[in-house]
């Protein structure tokens, strides 16, 4: 590769860089010791996303095959086909065959980074003229280039990166590395990274969040995705956002163009295709026109609605060559899945792109080549193309806090052993223990069970509650606890009635448990006995009308931290609270926004700091540009025990929960499974209902009630 010496500039995240990067971040709390937290990301470990192209042909060639360009490594998303990049840091062409250029979001070691493939195949000479990628290929090979990675963006800073555009010498993408510093606001902005000076200027202005940029074809303007004044009000479907335009050289002439659109893309100068949730509630694609000659404003743009009822169409992406089609999603009346078509908007005729190809598969977010002739979007690769994936028991993630090792792990509602040497969590149904190290794996219990927490002086008892979760006051739930050392396997019901008891967590000298019970009609917090369970001794320790869980003891048994919505029963509000087991000293530890929520409570080894989710920092990208998530603004916080401090420790547009907190210094590297478990099993957003006229479904969460969307 001919291009080192263009590189320093782009220090990717290596040893030298990730030492620095540590060392100037190393200012939180009081952490005298070195620890680990291990938390779950909804679906995550399935799944597995690369790139993928087909031709876009009206009639494809008999031998078009599908192409993965992306190398099969970790997640790999939201690509984009640059227009002839003419950087001087591109690597030379190591053959004859003309390479294709990709820029993309990938998940590799640990944190997000954009990436610039040139991928070269074995496409024969003559169809140079039309695509690389016409008719039969093979890809010889790669130049993988980092372009933007943790370490461009500054001392320390982690961030979610999304949705990148190369433009010339430029990418342009969106970043969350900085703090808005206001409770539940998302921190996604755009930034433009000159690539050969490594120069980040955000576009976006303070106290504002963008999502989804595009650049014209032009390179002059951008278009955005964005909440503007009026901020995120916790919707987790669609986003009540507008579409604004900006210079991408500057961000100025901001200027609002579409009213209620999201994800929009650049045919020509004056043409943007954008999605929205209609009036007859079929997401459909949307098309507005922009006056020639200046005065832009949203009176003087013209929208037209461009896919019919009936089916649901999203994430546009214009043809820049060939403007007579664009290429979208749909979710079709008679299909399970996402996939990708082209609609002609000459014809007013769709044609499908990927079904007849990988009919099981949701794919995602289409791009088409500056030329027209082939459409890229993601999907889940499947066990069969994925020779050099480990699946990860434990994937191991930068974050801004030197003296914790993150994780995340592939189960949910891990707990730590009292010595940090084995994990213990669910996935559904089964409660599982598995050795720090991935080895060991046993299955110890079969029901649903959920959480996990294990007793501080009896080796190997493991405390969870069984039956089933999200449930009402009166679902059939009990506290049990099992010895997993034990080979008879036993459990042990510890409370007797069964009026959803659940999220026990055990005293540190090994006596009492405490767990929310809705026994009076109303979730609150009750203490029993650790061995005998209610028969031995049961108090309980709040009342009111109104819901208190997710209970955690604190190391040095004065404190118990737990998520309640008593500031605003029954509003989906939770805030953390912290009270002592006698009942004293409640008091109010954080909350986000007014409305938001802060759940799963869990204390550090030293009991200073508390880890949780939060909707603390708002979402990071359109939710329809992912697969299901009922919380995607869930991200992992820490946070000193007086309520100050607070730190965000995860970056992603995925729903992050069930935090647990252990007391070593676990490696930062990952930990692969010995063996391979099933993919591509997740599901596309539950709210893309076929009939749209059918009532929504309640969604059920790893918090305990659904968020209301404020339209
Ligand atoms: C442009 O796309 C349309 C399909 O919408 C196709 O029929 C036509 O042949 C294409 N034109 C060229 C010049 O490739
Ligand atoms: C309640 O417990 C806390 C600590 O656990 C203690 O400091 C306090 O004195 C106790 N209060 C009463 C009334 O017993
Ligand atoms: C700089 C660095 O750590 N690079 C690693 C990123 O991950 C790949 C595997 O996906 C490793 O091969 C690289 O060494």
């Known amino acids: 590769m001919k291009s080192t010496k263009h590189l320093r500039f782009f ?16 200012d939180h709390a009081d952490q005298s010791t070195k620890t680990s937290i291990v ?11 690369d790139i993928y192209t087909l031709p876009t042909s009206w009639d494809p060639p008999a031998n078009a095959r599908e192409l993965r360009i992306t190398d099969g490594r970790s997640v790999n998303f939201n690509g984009h086909f640059p227009a002839a990049p003419s950087l001087s840091v591109l690597p030379l062409a190591p053959n004859q065959t003309p390479p294709l250029h990709l820029v993309y979001v990938t998940e590799r070691n640990g944190s997000h980074s954009i990436y610039l493939d040139a991928v070269y195949n074995d496409a024969p000479d003559h169809t140079r003229k039309r695509s690389a990628l016409e008719g039969p290929g093979r890809i010889l090979g790669r130049v993988q280039l980092p372009l933007v990675g943790d370490a461009e963006l500054g001392s320390g800073r982690i961030s979610m990166k999304d949705r990148p555009s190369l433009v010339g010498e430029y990418l342009i993408y969106v970043s969350t590395h900085e703090n808005t510093g206001v409770p ?10 000159h690539l050969e000076t490594g120069l980040t200027r ?44 900006f210079r991408t050289r500057d961000g100025s002439d901001r200027v609002k163009v579409v009213e209620h659109g999201g994800w929009p893309s650049w045919a020509d100068e004056s043409t943007i295709y954008f999605h929205r949730r209609s009036e007859d509630n079929w997401w459909s694609v949307y098309k507005a026109i922009l006056p020639m000659n200046g005065g832009v404003s949203v009176d003087s743009v013209v929208t037209q609605r461009v896919t019919p009822p009936g089916l649901h169409a999203f994430t546009p ?35 499908e792109v990927t079904r007849p190809v990988s009919p099981h598969a949701h794919h995602l977010n289409p791009f088409i080549s500056p030329d027209s002739n082939r459409v890229g979007y993601h999907r889940c690769r499947g066990a069969s193309n994925d020779k050099q994936r480990k699946d990860l028991f434990l994937e191991n993630l930068h974050n801004p806090i030197s003296e914790i090792s993150l994780f995340r792990i592939d189960g949910s509602f891990p707990s730590f052993s009292p010595d940090g040497t084995r994990i213990a969590y669910v996935n559904l149904p089964g409660l599982f223990v598995a050795n720090a190290d991935g080895s060991g794996l046993r299955e110890v219990f079969t029901g649903n069970a959920f959480p996990t927490a294990w007793d501080k002086k009896r080796k190997g008892v493991v405390y969870t509650s069984w039956g089933p979760d999200f449930a009402s006051e009166h679902t059939k739930v009990d506290v049990i606890s099992i010895n997993v050392d034990d080979d008879e396997l036993t459990y042990k019901k510890l409370t007797t009635g069964g009026e959803n008891n659940a999220f026990p967590s055990p005293s540190p000298d090994g006596k009492w448990v405490v767990f929310r019970s809705g026994r009076t009609g109303h979730k609150n917090l009750y203490i029993m006995d650790a061995v005998d369970g209610e028969i031995g001794g049961l108090y309980r320790l709040t009342e009111g009308p109104w819901t208190d869980t997710m209970a955690n003891w604190s190391p040095d048994g004065d404190w118990i931290a737990f998520s309640s919505d008593r500031h605003d029963p029954s509003s989906g509000s939770f805030a953390m609270y912290m009270i002592h087991p006698n009942g004293t000293g409640l008091r109010k530890v954080v909350q986000s926004g007014s409305r938001g929520r802060v759940n799963h409570p869990c204390f550090s080894p030293d009991g200073k700091s508390i880890v949780f989710t939060s909707d603390y920092a708002a979402v990071s990208a359109e939710p329809i540009s992912n697969s299901h998530h009922y919380q995607p603004y869930g991200e992992i916080h820490v946070i000193r025990t007086d309520g100050s401090g607070i730190r965000r420790l995860t970056h992603n547009s995925y729903e992050d929960g069930t935090p647990a907190w252990g007391p070593t210094f676990m490696g930062p590297v990952d930990v692969a499974w010995p063996i391979d478990n099933p993919q591509c099993s997740f599901s596309d957003c539950h709210w893309l209902r076929i009939s749209p006229k059918t009532p929504n479904h309640e969604g059920m969460s790893l918090g305990s009630s659904k968020i209301q969307c404020s339209h």
């Open 202 to 245: 955000r576009l976006t202005p303070y106290g504002l969040a963008d999502f989804s940029p595009a650049v014209s074809p032009s390179g002059v303007w951008t278009a955005v995705a964005s909440c503007g004044e009026k901020g995120w009000n916790g919707e987790v479907e669609e986003l009540s956002t507008d579409i604004y335009v």
């Open 317 to 351: 992406a214009a043809s820049i060559a060939n403007k007579s089609f664009i290429a979208l999603a749909t979710r079709r009346r008679g299909s399970d899945y996402r996939h990708i078509e082209l609609f002609d908007v000459v014809s007013n005729e769709f044609k």
């Open 184 to 193: 539940r606001t998302s921190w996604a902005a755009v930034y433009s990274t």
């Open 39 to 49: 938390f779950t990301t909804m679906g995550r470990s399935n799944y597995a996303f």
């Open 11 to 26: 220090v990717f995240i290596n040893s030298v860089s990730a030492l620095l990067l540590f060392c100037t971040s190393a």
